[in-house]
């Protein structure tokens, strides 16, 4: 059973800095992408960025290009997301993700596991 486990979200101040994990188990995740959206009350829950498991090609959201870094440590089946110089703006629930089929980076649709959820809050 695949489980993906997020953590580090919390409360920080615009312009501040957050790492969220996600702890991936259940299987073998090389050949999957793994990515990260997220999703604010009253709104839909958009891509935020994404990494292929093997290559560690990676893709970012036009809104966090240049603030935040997706990142994979293979030996403990984990994925990271970096993100610096938070806005309010990004104030959101954050969901790791896992995609079986590498297709559809950005689009919800292609991922076929997900996370529970960790909540991201930016003071201005």
């Known amino acids: 059973q695949v489980q993906l486990v997020e953590s580090g979200g919390g409360l920080v101040q615009a312009g501040g800095s957050l790492r969220l994990s996600c702890a991936a188990s259940?299987?073998?995740?090389?050949?999957?992408?793994m990515g990260w959206f997220r999703q604010a009350p009253g709104k839909e829950r958009e891509f935020v960025a994404a990494i292929a498991w093997s290559s560690g090609t990676t893709l970012y959201a036009d809104s966090v290009k240049g603030r935040f870094t997706i990142s994979r440590d293979n030996a403990k089946n984990t994925v990271y997301l970096q993100m610096n110089n938070l806005k309010p703006e990004d104030t959101a629930a954050y969901f790791c993700a896992a995609n079986r089929r590498g297709t559809t980076w950005g689009n919800r649709s292609g991922y076929d596991y997900w996370g529970q959820g960790t909540q991201v809050t930016v003071s201005s």
């Open positions: 259940g299987r073998t995740f090389s050949g999957y992408v």
